[in-house]
């Protein structure tokens, strides 16, 4: 973040802020979407779970899809901004 902010006029800006984005969906999206079945997930008994079960995996599982596309285009996008950065000096 501190790289963010103190090269804002160096090239690679607008990918350095877009990782950044990508990053904080990421984080977004684990508090938000996965950390809750995770807690849930650690009092269900394996002999007799939660009837809706499946359908609350699913839905982290909907969160976790996201999570992994956000990653992947954060390391794009900072890979690109260390290109640019080398390619300018």
Do not use: Y
Request: hydrophobic share 55%; charged share 10%.
């Amino acid at each position: 973040m501190a790289d963010l902010i103190l090269n804002s006029t160096g090239a690679g800006f607008l990918f350095r802020c877009a990782g950044t984005a990508c990053i904080t969906v990421w984080v977004a999206t684990r508090v938000i979407g996965t950390v809750r079945i995770n807690k849930a997930s650690l009092g269900w008994d394996v002999a007799a779970p939660p009837k809706n079960w499946r359908a609350l995996v699913d839905h982290a599982e909907h969160f976790h899809v996201v999570g992994v596309w956000a990653t992947l285009v954060a390391f794009a996008s900072f890979l690109a901004a260390v290109g640019l950065q080398l390619t300018a000096t």
